[in-house]
């Protein structure tokens, strides 16, 4: 079965620097949701998307912005990189007419030197 | 901050042992769901407990919940080397936003 894919795996990037993530959730799946997870830390809610719009925002920085494509797909930009930002980032999409079971894509890995 | 916590953070057992872990919670939830990660790698989802529901078993996975006391406890039977992973419980509020709160996590070691 098709799973939530997200690209790149791994990115390193320095202080200062932008970042982009893509996750593409499983099809027909219409919500995606991001999470950060910090070194032995558990994974925080960022954002999410239902039907391309906004749902809810958790606690992303205003240096982070992200969107839902007419395909579904989704973007987080991550703008003037800070050491803080490195984590694994994880999207999981659902079916909003279905169960609340959340399906996580591998993650992406960010290191900020 | 987390509103879910996850006890114990670490237990290391035999493999063939049962192991424990429990999660409490502070809100109102819809349903609790567990999640088993591998060191860095991507959350693979075990199990979902709605708030009407007690007991739950999947395999050798067996979820309780106890809504009076916001208390979830993951019992894995018959312990694997392979079950060595982090297990995290995450709820979904009923008020708020539609998102997983998660646990600090329980980083589970079986010993061959």
């Known amino acids: 079965a098709a799973g939530v894919i997200q690209s790149p795996r791994h990115l390193i990037k320095e202080k200062r620097e932008t970042a982009t993530l893509k996750c593409y959730p499983i099809?027909?799946?219409?919500?995606v949701y991001w999470y950060q997870q910090g070194p032995g830390q558990d994974p925080q809610f960022l954002i999410s998307?239902?039907?391309?719009?906004?749902?809810d925002k958790g606690s992303i920085p205003d240096r982070f912005s992200a969107q839902q494509f007419s395909d579904y797909h989704s973007e987080l930009n991550m703008s003037s990189l800070e050491l803080g930002d490195s984590a694994l980032y994880f999207c999981?999409?659902?079916?909003?007419?279905?169960?609340?079971?959340?399906?996580f894509g591998p993650g992406t890995r960010l290191t900020v030197t | 901050s987390q509103q879910g916590e996850e006890d114990p953070q670490a237990l290391s057992i035999q493999e063939g042992e049962n192991a424990t872990m429990n999660c409490s919670y502070k809100?109102?939830?819809?349903?609790l769901q567990w999640y088993r990660q591998n060191s860095g790698r991507g959350l693979v989802h075990l199990i979902l407990?709605?708030?009407?529901?007690r007991e739950k078993h999947s395999g050798r996975l067996r979820v309780t919940l106890d809504t009076s006391k916001k208390s979830s406890s993951l019992l894995i039977t018959a312990s694997r080397a392979a079950d060595t992973a982090s297990y995290f419980c995450?709820?979904?509020?009923?008020?708020?936003?539609?998102?997983?709160?998660f646990g600090q996590g329980t980083r589970l070691t079986i010993n061959p």
């Open positions: 999981a999409s659902r079916t909003s007419g279905g169960a609340y079971e959340q399906y």
């Open positions: 099809p027909r799946h219409d919500t």
């Open positions: 998307f239902y039907e391309k719009m906004q749902s």
């Open positions: 809100t109102s939830i819809n349903n």
């Open positions: 407990i709605r708030s009407n529901e």
């Open positions: 995450a709820t979904l509020p009923t008020q708020g936003a539609q998102k997983l709160v």
